[in-house]
């Protein structure tokens, strides 16, 4: 297929789901298909993917929503920070009612705590050039899809001299993620829906070890309805020819080799660490730190702040959710004492989460 209208054809969906549950037939057992990454969560939702599917195929969500993997202590220390007088923290709007240990940032605002609402990460450079007197603070958080943006940021800073100018950084890798989730084996995954937007950064080939080294298959799938179905499809043949491979699905956006440039970008200004990812735990190289060349910016060294891991919100399932363990209707506080008007956790708050694409879409 060429133009988008092709994949919102009818026709398309009602025959990929008779393809599915024809191969459903081929199976031996109930599988698990997790897909990774929120907006495929709130596709799976909207449409009513997941009550298409036979009952031999379940649906598990993913820890692919930035927000809702940004550790408690993260918040917390972005919360101190705005209390400063000489800071201003500027930040994705999404992050804005994450519930840290005591507060979030929408509450710190509504006290007078210096926080703005920006786009991208070169808003917040602008804003520094703006308030030469403060020191902006720029949340750093998402995926390989948002980090080229960031690390392009950082190096015009550097380039233009600009010492006002710093980044809490809780970015994240996707590939270390699903390594941990399948080393775990707290769920069982067959399958993996892979996301296409980190995918058109890191392409094919990090994803290569979940067929290798664990012997199941995953698919980089877009965005439509019929680019979800169809991946699921896909992974059906895969485990019923019992040829776990790696499946580009997405090749009108995702090449082979995804974007080398971006890459050379992101890894010339970061370096691979470990890192906490809320509710799930620390997870090796699976973080960036900056580089020592760009170190300047790093406002844990310019405000001496260090990271110490914190229990998240108490009765909150979020962890279990994003590892595939349990479900929003698992949780008690669902629907009830968590909601989007008053989150209890990160999985609620985004408009990616799992909850709330539960909340909104799948509610009974
Ligand atoms: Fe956490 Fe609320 Fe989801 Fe329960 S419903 S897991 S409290 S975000």
Redo the contacts with the bound molecule.
């Keep these: 297929m060429r133009y988008i209208e092709e994949y919102r054809k009818p026709e398309f969906q009602k025959k990929i789901i008779q393809y599915i549950q024809k191969s459903v037939n081929l199976l031996k057992d109930k599988i698990n298909l997790m897909e990774v990454c929120g907006t495929h969560t709130m596709v799976i939702g909207r449409y009513g993917i997941r009550k298409l599917m036979p009952e031999r195929i379940n649906l598990l969500s993913g820890p692919g929503c930035p927000v809702c993997v940004t550790p408690t202590s993260y918040i917390d220390i972005a919360i101190e920070l705005s209390k400063r007088d000489d800071v201003i923290i500027t930040t994705f709007g999404d992050m804005m009612k994450v519930p840290g240990s005591y507060s979030s940032l929408e509450k710190e605002r509504a006290n007078g705590g210096k926080i703005i609402v920006i786009y991208s990460p070169y808003d917040a450079l602008e804003i520094s050039k703006k308030y030469f007197d403060k020191n902006i603070i720029f949340l750093s958080v998402g995926f390989e899809t948002t980090i080229p943006s960031i690390a392009q940021t950082i190096k015009i800073a550097k380039r233009d001299g600009v010492k006002n100018f710093f980044i809490l950084s809780g970015n994240k890798l996707i590939p270390p993620a699903l390594e941990f989730l399948l080393k775990e084996k707290s769920s069982k995954i067959d399958g993996f829906i892979c996301p296409g937007h980190v995918s058109v950064i890191i392409g094919e080939e990090p994803y290569r070890f979940i067929s290798e080294k664990f012997n199941i298959p995953c698919v980089i799938s877009g965005f439509e309805p019929f680019d979800v179905l169809y991946s699921i499809y896909l992974i059906l043949q895969a485990i019923i020819r019992k040829q776990p491979k790696v499946i580009n699905e997405y090749k009108r956006a995702v090449k082979k080799s995804g974007n080398k440039k971006a890459r050379e970008i992101i890894y010339e200004v970061f370096d691979v660490c470990d890192s906490e990812w809320r509710g799930i735990g620390v997870i090796e190289n699976s973080g960036l730190k900056l580089k020592d060349k760009y170190k300047e910016f790093d406002v844990g060294i310019k405000f001496n702040i260090e990271m110490k891991n914190k229990e998240g919100?108490k009765?909150?399932?979020?962890g279990k959710?994003l590892k595939g363990e349990k479900t929003?209707f698992d949780?008690p506080?669902?629907g009830k004492k968590?909601n989007p008007e008053n989150?209890?956790?990160?999985?609620?708050v985004s408009s990616e989460g799992t909850?709330a694409a539960y909340y909104k879409y799948e509610r009974k």
Excluded: K, S
């Excluded at 009765?315 to 979020?318: F, Q, V």
């Design positions: 919100n009765g909150c399932l979020c959710i929003p949780c506080l669902f968590c989150p209890v956790g990160p999985c609620m909850c």
